[in-house]
């Protein structure tokens, strides 16, 4: 099951997930969360560092 704001669906916010990212399909438009029960945090970096080489393997464009 999955919930989400795109293609009309109903988004429940995960209040365990904080997200700002507007323009995800997984995030709730009234508030600042996601819809997903869960998501996959990942990196592009070898050794990463900062919170600038990680990424929400989630996201999906909406």
Same mark, same amino acid.
């Given at each position: ?7 009309? @669906? ?17 995030? %709730?438009? &009234?508030? =600042?969360? @996601? ?17 600038? %080489?990680? &990424?929400? =393997? ?5």
């Amino acid at each position: 099951m999955t919930d989400h704001t795109n293609n009309g @669906c109903t988004c429940t916010p995960n209040t365990s997930i904080r997200c700002a990212v507007t323009n995800c399909a997984n995030h %709730c438009k &009234d508030a =600042q969360y @996601c819809g997903l029960n869960a998501i996959q945090v990942g990196t592009h970096e070898a050794n990463p560092t900062m919170d600038q %080489c990680t &990424d929400c =393997q989630s996201f999906k464009k909406q």
